[in-house]
């Protein structure tokens, strides 16, 4: 699967933005998604993830809340919903995709992940 993130941009704190992973192939509704971030000088890190079916839906700490993950499987196409941005959340985001078992929750690591988008550039002024 290939995987194409868009939706980033520039925002003030306390405003919204809408995050879009499109997907490629016709077995989208197979696969769990997510989506990590990548400030600068830090590593990689998990932001939310969703199973195949939108059923189960797994936050970090510091996004819940705030943040909300969803897909339309008809549209091959995953969402991060961004409300109440903060400047720490100003970071390259990318989206995630794994095949895994339909009965598993979504993975929450990065080294579960074997497709990755480019990554799209949130920032967040203060």
């Known amino acids: 699967v290939q995987l194409q993130a868009s939706g980033g941009g520039l925002v003030q704190a306390g405003g919204s933005l809408r995050l879009s992973c499109a997907a490629s192939g016709r077995t989208f509704s197979s696969y769990a998604m997510g989506w990590f971030r990548q400030a600068p000088g830090k590593e990689r890190e998990f932001v939310a993830a969703i199973k195949w079916n939108g059923a189960g839906r797994n936050y970090a700490d510091s996004v819940k809340d705030r943040f909300t993950i969803s897909r339309d499987n008809a549209k091959n196409t995953m969402f991060l919903q961004m409300n109440s941005l903060k400047p720490e959340d100003t970071a390259v985001y990318y989206c995630?995709?794994?095949?895994?078992?339909?009965?598993?929750?979504?993975?929450?690591?990065?080294?579960?992940?074997?497709?990755w988008g480019q990554g799209t550039l949130v920032t967040v002024s203060s």
């Open positions: 995630a995709a794994q095949k895994v078992p339909y009965y598993r929750d979504p993975p929450l690591r990065v080294d579960e992940y074997d497709y």
